[in-house]
């Protein structure tokens, strides 16, 4: 068919083999990287794909198998190795120093491959800095700024703009925009494009099969720790993909039309905020009645990352936010949990979860009360808790005793929905809610969220995805500078709608 | 674009109020508490504001102070090093020794010196490439080097004098170390600590090591996949901190020229984490400054002088201080958490 070679792979692996206790992460992949494509590796919630990044990345050693770069036998024996191989990555789970500012973030690998006796180069740092945050369309962000204090997108461009900027050959990106809105992955896969044109090799991890589709050369799918195939990506469908991913078919035309049933215009409201204020946000007022899936959106910058957290009193807030007419006191996220508050996080690793406790722990983490007898864990029960929600959101375990920290990213972001769904709240208040969870997982999700606020749940589902929100909400509240800028209902909840309000100066 | 309003990563809106700045820094409360204090003691004592009396605090603290400043760094690292009363102990009583066996000044100082060393590699290793948390291996340090310092003298007082054998000479010099002045007035331990606090300063403020130590404290995961070797640095920090516990514990018996294995530097390693705490060090690590320490230090040393001017009774004492840790870590840990 060709009539041209195609160019020798720059990573070749053949047999990698990793095995996990209790799990066997790859078995015998085999897949090859060419210089200047764009790569994308699909596949289920722990089908394996940031182990192999993780491997590539020097940061997991295999237990078999072999990679080859630039045709020669390489082992990559630490993240020192894999850099000096010219590979750069950016992790699934952020590794940013949070006790370091923006700049020094940027620049650490630069400050790591400079002499231990030289000077830090101040200026030089916030100047680089500045220049790599600008290329992705951040750069009003202070580089001064300590890393602790960002939303969980700002730390995704601050991680994509530390790995740019190394001129490496080969760039993994393991679902570097999970957080991100529309505009700042936009201006990444303009990016992406032109380092592919410079023959910089791309392997992209992600969940988003359209922007797969519109980005990539070709595409590996792996499911259960194999590869299944690389297919050059033309003529090629969603549906395609998903058939390979999942090794069946999966009806998702039915998932996938739903729409948004307004049932709730006359039900009572449940959630009330008045003019609530916190960092980013400025005198915000919204409700959400019982029954009502309420969508927020906006750009990273809008405030909307902050109002999961200031809802719930995880930061200081000024304002009132009450349920059902009883004002919750800010700062305080027990008491919101006591009146019936459930919040998920956008940031699973920090406030989101106990990574070092199991499955099942975790699970009923939030409704201990309910699980505990005369000081004691009723095993039992929550064994049968953790084993239903399990299964409900089909998450990927080997075990209920499992530790968090050692899930797949997906994976562990459907037992944190499943720990909110336990405690029975009135009002759920999600942020990115199926950040990292696969297709099929991700319509589960919604026909579970769904199904909760036909229960007469208050549904708030904070989310930088706009498929997400129309899909899923009947309402949508749109944030800039920290306020409202425009309410949506019905069929006027559309893409161009959500944007103008989002964007508009 | 316009102007966007950020969550939470707002640039201060002008740098020109320096006041304003200073008051933002993490130090700025252990020094209104340093400040408050000295304002105290100035108007209920008579014998605080005089020039005698605060070069008298700088000589006290400064042992301390030396030590804190190793503190620093592995505390930064996200390390902790409860061996340094030991080492202070051993290192003094070797260097002692040699100097009785009638060793030059400086050869012994180095020995004395080098066995900090040696403790603060140890410790380094087994924190790092032997997993153990360094609580633990210094733990186990502390008792080693404690007891390798009895087996040394036989729990003898060692006494560095004529008598017992050091050379005229040596012993001018080192007693010229311990309890000498510059200039005639200005004490040498304080000299000496000044020298080694700005020093640290510039090393832990403007090299390349120095980041290192804030980048593998703040998060090891995102130093090691940066390239940094996390082992190195921590270890790096633990022989810095021997060094310098064995430095402080040589001007101890430089000043005190009579040490014994059972006694000296009991309980220091204690007195050295609550400065440097106190000074805002985290012990989660990534967090700490050389500025913050030297606080530290202070406050805890103002505040013995002070109770001391005031007549209060020794007992009491103790219980102040253990007051002052807990109210200024805690009013550090409260006004952080409110911004925050
Ligand atoms: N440190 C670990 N200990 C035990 N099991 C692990 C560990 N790391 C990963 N695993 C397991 O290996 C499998 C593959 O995980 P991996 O993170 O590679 O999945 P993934 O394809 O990246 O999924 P996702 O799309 O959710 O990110 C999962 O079953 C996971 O539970
Ligand atoms: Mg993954």
Known sequence: MTDTQPPAPIVDISGLTKRFPGVLALDRISVAFRPGEVHAVIGENGAGKSTLMNILAGDLQPDGGEIRIDGRLATIASPLASRAAGITVVYQELALCPTLSIAENIMMSDMAARSVVSLVPRDEMRREARAALTRLGMGTLDPDTKVSRLSVAEMQLVEIAGAIRQRARVLVLDEPNSALSKRESDRLFEIVKQLRADGVTVIYVSHHLKEVLDLADRITVMRDGRTIETMDNSGLSEDRLIRAMVGRELDTAAQWSLQPQARSHEAPVVLSVEKLAAPGLDAVSFHARAGEILGIGGLPDSGKDMLGEALFGLCGRQGRVTIDGKELRGGDPQASIRNGMALVPADRRGAGALLTMSVANNVVSASLPRFSMAGFMRRAAVRREARAQVARLDARISHLGQKLGTLSGGNQQKIILGRSLVTNPRVLVLHEPTRGVDVGAKAEIYAILRGIAGEGVAVVMISSEIPELIMNAERVLVLRNGRISGELTGAGINEEAILARAMAS | ?340
């Not at chain 2, 087996?151 to 080192?174: E, K, M, Y």
């Not at chain 2, 901190?241 to 006694?263: D, T």
């Not at chain 2, 530097?265 to 609550?274: P, R, S, T, Y």
């Open chain 2, 1 to 340: 674009m316009t102007q966007a309003v950020r969550t939470g990563a707002r640039a201060p809106a002008t740098d020109r109020f320096t006041l304003a700045r200073l008051l933002r820094a993490r130090e700025a409360g252990v020094f209104i508490a340093l400040l408050v204090m000295c304002l105290f003691l100035s108007f209920a004592t008579d014998g605080f504001l005089t020039s005698l009396n605060l070069l008298n605090v700088g000589r006290q603290v400064s042992l301390l102070g030396i030590m804190a400043v190793g503190m620093t760094f592995v505390l930064i690292a996200g390390e902790v090093d409860l061996s340094v009363g030991s080492t202070y102990a051993f290192s003094g009583l070797a260097t002692g020794m040699l100097i009785i066996a009638g060793w030059a000044l400086l050869p012994a100082i180095c020995v004395g010196l080098l066995t900090g060393v040696v403790i603060g590699l140890v410790n380094g290793v087994l924190s790092t490439y032997g997993r153990l948390p360094s609580l633990i291996a210094t733990l186990g340090m502390l008792s080693i080097v404690r007891g390798a310092a009895l087996i040394l003298t036989n729990g003898q007082p060692v006494t560095v004098n004529a008598r017992n054998g050091a050379l005229p000479d040596v012993l001018q010099s080192f007693g010229f170390m311990g309890q000498g002045y510059l200039f005639s007035v200005i004490p040498m331990q304080l000299v000496f600590f000044v020298l080694v606090a700005g020093l640290a300063w510039l090393v832990l403020s403007f090299s390349n090591f120095g980041f290192r130590v804030y980048a593998v404290g703040g998060s090891a995961k995102a130093a090691r996949v940066s390239g940094i070797s996390v082992n190195k640095v921590k270890i790096s920090a633990f022989v810095l901190m021997g060094v310098l516990a064995a430095f402080a514990g040589i001007l101890g018996l430089a000043f005190l020229p009579s040490s014994q294995a059972g006694r000296t530097g009991l309980g220091l390693e204690l007195d050295v984490i609550a400065a440097t705490i106190v000074g805002g060090a985290s012990l989660s690590g990534g967090e700490g400054t050389i500025l913050g320490t030297i606080l530290g230090v202070l406050i805890i040393g103002v505040m013995r002088n002070g109770l001391v001017l005031m007549g209060v009774s020794p007992f009491v004492q103790e219980l102040m201080i253990g007051l002052v840790i807990i109210v200024a870590v805690g009013i550090d840990k409260w006004s952080t958490r409110r911004t925050g």
